[in-house]
């Protein structure tokens, strides 16, 4: 899984949370940017599975970002049958989340 975001102040989009630590800070690839531009989920089919990239929107209806999330391939199915229409988590994340800002706030270790 990843989320990413273009930080304020910055031109390019980069992944600022993931599952796997090697990805944080890696400029935005082809999905995420699809999903951004077009405000439609990316569906990209992998040897193993799907990847699904969604764009993200703040309580307001803004773009703030994407969420990308990797599926493992269940036996017969295609592309038409992926996990984008199965999936809520940006639905679940962006009625959590009050602002673009929000993901770049500093975290406190109270």
């Known amino acids: 899984m990843e989320l990413s975001a273009t930080p304020a102040g910055h031109k390019r989009c980069v992944t600022i949370a993931a599952t796997e630590p090697k990805d944080l800070r890696e400029k935005c690839d082809q999905d995420e940017a699809a999903a951004m531009k077009t ?3 990316f569906v990209e ?3 193993e599975g799907f990847d699904v990239t969604a764009p993200l929107h703040d309580l307001t209806g803004k773009l703030v970002g994407a969420l990308g999330i990797d599926f493992k391939q269940q036996t017969g199915t295609d592309e038409s049958q992926s996990p984008q229409t199965h999936s809520s988590a940006p639905k679940e994340l962006e ?3 009050p ?3 929000f993901f770049f706030q500093s975290v406190s270790a109270d």
Do not use: L, M, N, R
């Open 99 to 101: 602002s673009k800002a």
């Open 45 to 47: 089919q992998e040897p």
């Open 95 to 97: 009625q959590q989340k």
């Open 39 to 41: 405000e439609e989920s």
